[in-house]
């Protein structure tokens, strides 16, 4: 079973794609991000002899929105199998082209490889929908680009103006995380989520960015695929050498997303301009057809900088992934 971890009430946020493009913020929090942040969270408790082990310890899936009590899973990469009873096969085509989220109940169909019937309304922008959560349902979040502006350090320059997308939540909405733990660490994460929202995650936490409230749901259990021939990333994932034959790349359907950034969240001042190197990673909704367990590694993005204060920068490539079922 996998702890569900709710994040509530959450302040304007930006969720980086690893890039610098301010004006355009991700629909995902991704899983190197979360498991990051509750590491620098860890350090600032004076923890810092372990932390390769304490990254090692765990996996959390990427973060992905709900509303209410209505969970929504990244669609499987490829074609869903998945018909709309009310409409042409074209229109509902180029409809079903546009969904990313499917809400759970749906999306447990979809990994055991069932055929899904829905009607027209159940499919809302990039969400598909339970029919009877049709009637409730809200946009989680929704994205608006503002204008801003850089100030140069340097006296008489000009200022830089640049846009900025932040992503606001519904009052009734947020972004949740699935967790796998072993329980003598379960309870140390969840206080480190809770410090992580009273900080804030992502972008311009300085200015009460990316601030929230931490709610600990009911338990998923992704051992319910009966006759499994695959498996789906709900995280990141960085394959070890020995892994990549076992993955069959030529019958996988996926996406590579490349992981960078600053190290913004350095506790070192002088190092927060300083670029992190890059690392490509699969991103969460691809899919291998195949059952052997997926063990990933953890990688160090330490830049080159002859500096004895510079520290290792982990991020975690281990995947959250389930098995499921190619029908």
């Not at 049709?134 to 350090?153: C, G, H, I, T």
């Not at 699969?282 to 590694?297: D, I």
Request: charged share 25%.
């Amino acid at each position: 079973m996998a702890v569900v971890i709710k994040l509530k009430h959450i302040s304007p946020l930006h969720m980086g794609t690893g890039k610098e493009n301010y004006d355009f913020s991700s629909s995902v929090l991704q899983s190197d991000t979360i498991s990051a942040a509750l590491a620098a969270m860890r350090v600032q408790c004076g923890k810092v002899d372990d932390l390769k082990d304490f990254m090692e310890s765990f996996t959390v899936s990427s973060a992905f929105p709900f509303f209410g009590q209505c969970l929504f899973f990244p669609k499987p990469q490829g074609k869903m199998n998945v018909s709309v009873s009310d409409m042409e096969e074209y229109s509902s085509r180029k409809k079903l082209k546009k969904v990313k989220f499917v809400e759970y109940e749906t999306w447990k169909q979809l990994i055991c490889g069932e055929s899904v019937n829905v009607q027209s309304n159940q499919l809302q922008s990039i969400f598909l929908l339970s029919s009877k959560s049709v009637s409730k349902f809200a946009v989680p979040y929704k994205s608006q680009v503002n204008q801003r502006v850089s100030v140069p350090r340097n006296d008489g320059a000009d200022a830089d103006p640049f846009f900025f997308d932040w992503t606001y939540f519904h009052q009734e909405g947020g972004l949740f995380c699935v967790l796998d733990a072993p329980k003598n660490k379960e309870t140390e994460i969840v206080e480190l989520f809770q410090m992580l929202g009273e900080t804030g995650i992502g972008t311009d936490k300085n200015i009460g960015g990316g601030k929230f409230e931490v709610e600990k749901a009911e338990p998923i259990n992704f051992d319910c695929v009966k006759s499994a021939n695959a498996t789906m990333l709900l995280s990141l994932y960085i394959p070890a050498e020995e892994e990549i034959d076992s993955l069959d790349l030529l019958n996988s359907k996926y996406e590579l997303v490349q992981r960078g950034g600053f190290l913004a969240g350095s506790q070192e001042e002088d190092f927060k301009h300083l670029r992190k190197k890059s690392v490509y990673a699969f991103n969460v909704g691809s899919v291998f057809p195949t059952t052997t367990k997926l063990t990933g590694k953890i990688v160090d993005l330490q830049p080159s900088w002859n500096d004895e204060r510079m520290h290792p920068v982990y991020r975690s490539g281990k995947p959250f992934a389930i098995p499921i079922n190619l029908n």
